[in-house]
């Protein structure tokens, strides 16, 4: 399988972007997709994970209330809806498949990562 995320960009504080996630393969509807972000100068940490149904959604503590992962398996499409961004936000946004389905935020459990969007939050 082949990621690529798209639709970073430089947004102001308070701001909205939508990141997209597009999957090649026939097998995309049959994992579990996570975000994760990496800051400037900084290790990549989890941000949200999606189970392959949709129906189970998990978040960091940091963007929670404020970001939305969903998921379109006829499109093999995963969405970070992100929103009330923050200058804290920005990095470069990775997304990885789990191809277990574990929905953790543990980096090692994914394996296979797209090329990364960067945002970047204004103050």
């Known amino acids: 399988v082949q990621l690529q995320a798209s639709g970073g960009g430089l947004v102001q504080a308070g701001g909205s972007l939508r990141l997209s996630c597009a999957a090649s393969?026939?097998?995309?509807?049959?994992?579990?997709v996570g975000w994760f972000c990496q800051a400037p100068g900084k290790e990549r940490e989890f941000v949200a994970a999606?189970?392959?149904?949709?129906?189970?959604?998990d978040y960091s503590d940091s963007v929670k209330g404020r970001f939305t992962i969903s998921r379109d398996n006829a499109k093999s499409t995963v969405y970070l809806q992100m929103n009330s961004l923050k200058p804290e936000d920005t990095g470069i946004y990775y997304c990885?498949?789990?191809?277990?389905?574990?929905?953790?935020?543990?980096?090692?459990?994914?394996?296979?990562w797209g090329q990364g969007t960067l945002v970047t939050v204004s103050s």
């Open positions: 990885a498949r789990d191809f277990l389905g574990r929905n953790t935020g543990v980096i090692s459990d994914y394996d296979a």
């Open positions: 393969g026939r097998t995309f509807s049959s994992y579990t």
């Open positions: 999606i189970s392959w149904t949709g129906t189970r959604t």
